[in-house]
């Protein structure tokens, strides 16, 4: 990939990322105001624009056109650099980031790629946005159903790996994305091809319930990180506290790693992948 493209593209994204806020004000007219007649086809999402900004600037072996029922999303997909992969990770993008944001999931997914394992990455949803408008009813409804697509996303996403050859699943997520990753593998922690979990900087959903409340039901191997150098450090010990409860010794493992802003991850990366090999 020549350079110049490429640094085109990261700018691209990183545009698409910063004016999110600003997309979002854009897609409802002011309640006062007519919209106007350009105004009256709905934008373009900002999910959208940044899966088209990553068609356009990446390889196209990479990609991966995804479905769950009427919800269609992108994964990019890189194989292991073995001939029998160790097996397969989902890396799930923090809300609002795509599938190839900077710091870690753009490079987990090329780093533990060569490192022996099939990776797939991917977003969650757009989110709900203003629910405000909705009665109790309506709204519980409207949550129930976006958590729901976000299950099943993670789902189709997993059998995409299987597809591709891998045999043990590892799912990985990021800030938000790392509570509902947690959350989708209790609830079908019964499926054999589901084996480990890793959170980074897990971060609760809105409304949702704590972090060390979603440990009941997954009892299979567990990794938390914070690379962030001032943690919630009640909110960690609550963790501690909860996995000690339930009697989960070695599985559960909890690990500070700071990161500073200009530290590259390899460290934190080759942390993931010791502790995947075991």
Not at 36 to 47: D, F, V
């Amino acid at each position: 990939m020549h350079l110049r493209p490429y640094l085109l593209f990261v700018c691209t994204l990183a545009l698409l990322s910063s004016t999110s806020s600003a997309t979002e004000e854009a897609d409802a007219p002011a309640a006062d105001e007519p919209p106007a007649a350009s105004e009256r086809t709905q934008l373009p999402s900002r999910s959208s624009l940044q899966e088209a900004a990553l068609r356009r600037g990446l390889d196209s072996d990479e990609l991966r056109q995804l479905e769950a029922g009427d919800d269609r999303f992108l994964g990019l997909f890189l194989p292991a650099a073995r001939p029998s992969p160790l097996g397969g990770i989902l890396l799930v993008a923090d809300r609002g980031e795509h599938a190839d944001a900077p710091r870690l999931i753009a490079a987990s997914r090329r780093q533990l790629s060569d490192a022996g394992w099939h990776t797939l990455s991917i977003t969650l949803p757009d989110s709900l946005g203003n629910l405000d408008t909705l009665d109790e009813a309506e709204r519980e409804v409207a949550e129930q159903a976006h958590a729901e697509l976000i299950r099943q996303r993670l789902r189709q996403a997993w059998l995409a790996l299987q597809a591709e050859g891998a045999e043990q699943i590892t799912l990985l997520g990021q800030g938000e994305a790392a509570w509902w990753v947690l959350r989708t593998a209790g609830q079908d922690s019964s499926d054999q091809v589901l084996r480990n979990v890793v959170l980074v900087d897990p971060r609760a959903a809105a409304q949702g319930e704590p972090l060390h409340r979603l440990l009941e039901a997954w009892d299979k191997p567990l990794l938390e990180i914070h690379s962030r150098s001032n943690p919630d450090a009640e909110a960690l010990r609550r963790q501690t506290r909860e996995a000690r409860r339930l009697g989960r010794g070695d599985s559960y493992k909890q690990v500070q790693h700071p990161l500073t802003p200009n530290q590259p991850e390899s460290s934190l990366i080759r942390r993931i992948a010791g502790w995947l090999k075991g």
